[in-house]
């Protein structure tokens, strides 16, 4: 089974792509040195795929620090995009989600609810860097809903749900089917078989 390093702090994020990508035969693991995740620095930018594109550089420094730069090393970059709040939280969904929360966004909502999420995903073969997005739309609840899943997923509706449930009343597997994450991972995994990696 072929082995890819997720670097990131997220659980939520490493269950998803290993509920998408095991089952291909792809072991998914924390990227981790002397046991632990390691910082890195998120530059402050409007736009997903500079946020990707700055944390893979930082990742395959660290890879080469270690000497393992023939290993493979993904990271990706998320954010919800509500469009009776133009580009909000977008980039800055991290910082918003701990500042007001899904409570806060509900507040801020009014009858235009749709919205979508996006994800870059970048990922280091080994020898190249490579870049994946996928997009989700859906719209925003009237209240959370579900214990399921992380951040905004108990807010968020996908167009393709049945019976309106949110990404939190789903199983890992429901929400990768749809989501702006399992698209874009789904993307890698086609470029992973086709290049024969
Ligand atoms: P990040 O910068 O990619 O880690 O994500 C930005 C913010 O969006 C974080 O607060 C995440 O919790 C949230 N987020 C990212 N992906 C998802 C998702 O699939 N569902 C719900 N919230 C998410």
């Known amino acids: 089974m072929a082995t890819l390093n997720f670097l990131t702090g997220n659980s939520g994020k490493l269950t998803e792509a290993q509920t998408l990508l095991s089952p291909l035969g792809w072991e998914i693991q924390f990227f981790e040195i002397n046991g632990e995740v390691p910082e890195i620095v998120e530059p402050q930018s409007d736009n997903l795929t500079t946020v990707a594109l700055a944390k893979i550089a930082q990742g395959v420094e660290l890879l080469a620090s270690q000497g393992r730069l023939q290993e493979s090393l993904l990271v990706e970059d998320s954010g919800l995009f509500i469009d009776a709040l133009p580009q909000f939280p977008g980039v800055y969904s991290a910082h918003v989600l701990k500042s007001i929360g899904c409570d806060g966004i509900l507040r801020l909502l009014d009858e235009e609810r749709t919205a979508h999420f996006l994800t870059v995903a970048a990922l280091w073969t080994g020898e190249a860097v490579e870049v994946f997005v996928g997009r989700c739309d859906g719209s925003i609840s009237m209240e959370m809903k579900g214990e399921s899943g992380f951040g905004y997923d108990p807010i968020f509706i996908p167009d393709e749900s049945q019976n309106g449930l949110t990404f939190a009343e789903m199983t890992s597997e ?12 789904r993307a890698l995994f086609d470029y992973l078989n086709d290049d024969g990696a």
Request: proline content about 0%.
């Open 174 to 185: 429901e929400k990768s089917a749809y989501s702006h994450r399992g698209r874009a991972l």
